[in-house]
């Protein structure tokens, strides 16, 4: 587990923050000019100071804001120079430009370099002691990283359930990374949050007990909405170009098997049908950066060895543990690790109840291991078989299938239960952890963060003075 004071240095600073620098940097700058007015001896350091302010201003005016102005389909692949500016009575900003760097992730069809570096140099003329016009430059650089939605541990569109119900963080949830709702998020007791809160609502709803408990940040409100599309297009394209786009034509249904010894099979039979013992799989060996669709429902298990991303229009129901080859029994990610999985369903991502997954409070099996960066795109990020009235499934009382263990990540178009109360109890507890890798790089073709406006999300990875 990474301690919290770990997790503080892995995460980057929030891009609000930045902007917020961007405003100090305004004020900077006009105090500045009235320190010169005033005739501060040391004209060198002063302008060497402004210079500075300078260049971050060019990052933050024309740099900045142009990554901001792109969608991640149109980002520059190469280097674009800026206009210059400046600041009047101050000096100038010029040599703005943006450059994708490939240095710190590897770039192909499937996975593509993410990082940005933005450059600027502020240029203040004075006079030396011989009365000679000397010019005094500072060039600053910032790197900022493209966010995927594997960027969030835990985001949602809407609080609500389908039941029109609002779930609360409480004293049991502990999350270790950056968290977003674009709805108002109820809390109650005293739950605990590692990363950034943010959420699109003026505050948090005050349950019973509201103490949460915000360790490294202090949480942020009306920030903009994250658009959770409805559809995996760039997951459906890169599966389609590399033949491991499959479609049910409304009468099948897949299932999809990791083996960390053979690499995956792929089973497909009638849409509704149990299981047929006898069928023969499709057999694929281990893969790198492979994207695979399907156009049907989806059930998916196994030991994961390679990098994947895995669609499906349908519900996609996770049958038995999806975990990596090096991952401890516990679920825990082995850092270094080179497995990466990501799992997009355009409906709903849940947990079958099967006795693998603690079926019958838990008569035969218990609990449920996940690795993988999840979404839910249509609805929900949910369990199976709830004890409601009107289902077939009634199970005994209590219902406690376990614990979900799940290092790596959620998104969801609305809020979905692991646990209910009917039946005295029923479904999971949450052990939820986040896989610190997913910040260097999301899964093969893993869809990206945007805006209302379907601009790109970044975040700040370093800042830099030459």
């Not at 099979?265 to 060996?285: C, H, K, N, Q, T």
Request: proline share 5%; aromatic share 12%.
């Amino acid at each position: 587990m990474i301690a919290p004071q770990e997790a503080s240095e892995r995460g980057s600073i929030p891009i609000l923050a930045a902007m917020m620098l961007m405003f100090l940097i305004g004020s900077g700058l006009a105090y500045l000019k009235w320190a010169s007015d005033e005739g501060v001896e040391n004209r060198y350091d002063r302008a060497a100071i402004q210079a500075h302010y300078l260049a971050q201003t060019g990052i933050a005016e024309r740099g900045f804001s142009y990554l901001r102005s792109l969608g991640p389909t149109n980002l520059p692949i190469g280097r674009v120079d800026l206009t210059s500016g400046g600041i009047p009575g101050v000096g100038d900003y010029k040599d703005v430009y943006v450059m994708r760097d490939y240095t710190h992730q590897e770039h192909t069809v499937f996975r593509w370099a993410n990082f940005y570096d933005v450059h600027s140099t502020g240029v203040v003329k004075i006079t030396n002691s011989k009365g000679e016009e000397i010019e005094v430059r500072r060039t600053c650089t910032l790197k900022v990283r493209l966010r995927s939605f594997a960027g969030y541990m835990y985001l949602t569109d809407f609080e609500d359930t389908i039941f029109g119900e609002n779930i609360s963080f409480w004293d049991q949830d502990t999350l270790w990374g950056r968290v977003h709702s674009n709805d108002q998020i109820a809390m109650m007791g005293r739950a605990t949050f590692y990363g950034l809160v943010t959420t699109s609502a003026e505050d948090f709803f005050h349950g019973p007990g509201y103490n949460p408990n915000f360790v490294n940040f202090m949480p942020i409100f009306n920030v903009p909405e994250v658009i959770v599309p409805s559809e995996a297009t760039m997951l459906r394209m890169c599966a389609a170009g590399s033949g491991l786009y499959r479609t049910g034509e409304g009468l099948y249904q897949y299932r999809l098997v990791f083996d960390a010894e053979r690499g995956f099979d792929i089973y497909r039979w009638d849409i509704g049908s149990p299981f047929p013992d006898s069928l023969v799989a499709e057999s694929y060996p281990t893969m790198i950066n492979a994207a695979l669709f399907f156009d049907s429902p989806l059930e998916i298990k196994g030991t994961v060895v390679g990098t994947y991303t895995v669609g499906a229009s349908g519900d996609i129901r996770l049958i038995d543990d999806i975990r990596y080859a090096d991952s401890q029994p516990s679920g825990e990610v082995n850092p270094d690790s080179d497995h990466m999985l990501g799992i997009v369903s355009e409906s709903n991502v849940i947990v079958s109840n099967t006795a693998e997954n603690g079926r019958e409070n838990s008569a035969q099996g218990s609990s449920i291991v996940i690795n993988a960066a999840m979404i839910a795109l249509g609805e929900s990020f949910t369990f199976e078989d709830q004890n409601d009235d009107w289902e077939t499934y009634q199970g005994p009382q209590p219902d406690d299938r376990g614990v979900i263990r799940l290092w790596g990540s959620v998104v969801q178009k609305r809020r979905g239960y692991v646990h209910r109360s009917n039946h005295g109890s029923t479904g999971y507890g949450k052990d939820y952890h986040y896989d610190y890798r997913f910040d260097e790089g999301p899964p093969p073709c893993y869809p990206e963060a945007t805006d209302q406006l379907g601009h790109s999300l970044f975040d700040i990875v370093a800042w830099g003075t030459e």
